[in-house]
């Protein structure tokens, strides 16, 4: 995101890159490139072309819209904010598989002559490509109806529920069996060794987080025709408080927004989560705030030694 508090991330692929050089096998996900206000979305095609052949195919693409305080900030109109969006998805798509040697591009938003990116990506046809999103209704569709996986973000469990419900329905509409394998869910995972002692240590960056940085006037975030009507009053339903009001610990763990607690009960609750949502994918968030590098390090420590062990081998009906 640009111009923000809360995502001071303005090249998410500058931070691919480090993650790219320092590991040798592990996926990298972007989530992801806001190419709906970008200028030159080509630009996106080939730096993540770059990075998956670098990193030998370990690069997951995901493509975002961005809120509407960036559209501003850049002078797009944010009405024109989903066709760029697309637009932008159908030229990067298309320079990365187009086997018929330079193209030319003539849209709405966008034009290029000869177009011919080179390196083309390491995986073929192309990176694996991933939707996360607050839930609109034209997104849902949008990720169903192209096999992409389609993740949420901070959403409280139950709107989540009904969402990924709707994306398993257009799924089968158009033709994939597999739903709950393209489901990803991206909440706060915390753990110390009490539920008071993971409370104590997270909830001051959480507080930080969720009730200075997150929080946004609704015109900010959703400017008028940045989505449809229908689909801004399902968001609102589903998270407006969270981007408008301030939110207690216990309203963030109630919610499934946050899991923070000791060991038992962290995988109780995502137990009890995966259980609900049927998601194959949980992306966690492991620091927010200004938790510390030794606070983050050691709840990574635990979530690699004592949570995934005990979750990792759970299976979606």
Same mark, same amino acid.
């Given at each position: 995101?640009?111009?923000?508090?809360?995502?001071?991330?303005?090249?998410?692929?500058?931070?691919?890159?480090?993650?790219?050089?320092?590991?040798?096998?592990?996926?990298?996900?972007?989530?992801?490139?806001?190419?709906?206000?970008?200028?030159?979305?080509?630009?996106?095609?080939?730096?993540?072309?770059?990075?998956?052949?670098?990193?030998?195919?370990?690069?997951?693409?995901?493509?975002?819209?961005?809120?509407?305080?960036?559209?501003?900030?850049?002078?797009?109109?944010?009405?024109?904010?989903?066709?760029? +969006? *697309?637009?932008?998805?159908?030229? @990067?798509?298309?320079?990365? =598989?187009?086997? &018929?040697?330079?193209?030319? $591009?003539?849209?709405?938003?966008?034009?290029?002559?000869?177009?011919?990116?080179?390196?083309?990506? +390491? *995986?073929?046809?192309?990176?694996? @490509?991933?939707?996360?999103? =607050?839930?609109? &209704?034209?997104?849902?569709? $949008?990720?169903?109806?192209?096999?992409?996986?389609?993740?949420?973000?901070?959403?409280?469990?139950?709107?989540?529920?009904?969402?990924?419900?709707?994306?398993?329905?257009?799924?089968?509409?158009?033709?994939?069996?597999?739903?709950?394998?393209?489901?990803?869910?991206?909440?706060?995972?915390?753990?110390?060794?009490?539920?008071?002692?993971?409370?104590?240590?997270?909830?001051?960056?959480?507080?930080?987080?969720?009730?200075?940085?997150?929080?946004?006037?609704?015109?900010?975030?959703?400017?008028?025709?940045?989505?449809?009507?229908?689909?801004?009053?399902?968001?609102?339903?589903?998270?407006?408080?969270?981007?408008?009001?301030?939110?207690?610990?216990?309203?963030?763990?109630?919610?499934?927004?946050?899991?923070?607690?000791?060991?038992?009960?962290?995988?109780?609750?995502?137990?009890?989560?995966?259980?609900?949502?049927?998601?194959?994918?949980?992306?966690?968030?492991?620091?927010?705030?200004?938790?510390?590098?030794?606070?983050?390090?050691?709840?990574?420590?635990?979530?690699?030694?004592?949570?995934?062990?005990?979750?990792?081998?759970?299976?979606?009906?």
């Amino acid at each position: 995101h640009h111009r923000t508090a809360y995502s001071k991330m303005p090249s998410p692929n500058i931070i691919a890159a480090n993650l790219v050089a320092r590991t040798k096998s592990t996926k990298v996900a972007i989530l992801g490139n806001a190419i709906g206000y970008r200028a030159d979305p080509l630009r996106v095609a080939e730096e993540i072309a770059m990075l998956d052949n670098i990193s030998g195919g370990r690069i997951i693409s995901g493509f975002i819209r961005g809120i509407g305080a960036e559209y501003h900030s850049r002078s797009v109109n944010p009405a024109d904010s989903r066709g760029r +969006f *697309q637009e932008a998805h159908d030229l @990067i798509v298309k320079a990365w =598989t187009h086997e &018929g040697g330079p193209f030319n $591009w003539e849209g709405e938003y966008f034009n290029y002559q000869m177009v011919n990116i080179w390196p083309r990506p +390491f *995986q073929r046809p192309m990176p694996e @490509i991933w939707a996360p999103s =607050t839930g609109s &209704g034209e997104t849902v569709e $949008w990720s169903a109806a192209r096999g992409y996986t389609f993740a949420q973000v901070f959403n409280p469990m139950e709107s989540s529920a009904a969402i990924f419900d709707e994306f398993r329905e257009h799924s089968r509409r158009y033709g994939y069996t597999d739903a709950n394998r393209r489901l990803a869910w991206n909440p706060l995972v915390y753990v110390a060794d009490t539920d008071a002692q993971a409370e104590d240590e997270m909830w001051p960056h959480m507080d930080m987080y969720f009730n200075e940085l997150f929080r946004n006037p609704i015109h900010r975030l959703f400017p008028v025709n940045y989505m449809t009507e229908s689909s801004f009053d399902r968001v609102m339903a589903a998270r407006g408080d969270l981007a408008t009001k301030k939110r207690t610990f216990r309203q963030l763990i109630e919610e499934r927004v946050a899991f923070v607690g000791s060991v038992d009960t962290v995988v109780g609750m995502l137990e009890e989560a995966h259980d609900r949502l049927g998601f194959e994918h949980l992306v966690a968030v492991i620091h927010m705030g200004g938790l510390t590098e030794q606070k983050t390090k050691a709840n990574i420590r635990r979530l690699a030694t004592e949570v995934w062990p005990r979750i990792r081998n759970r299976t979606s009906a």
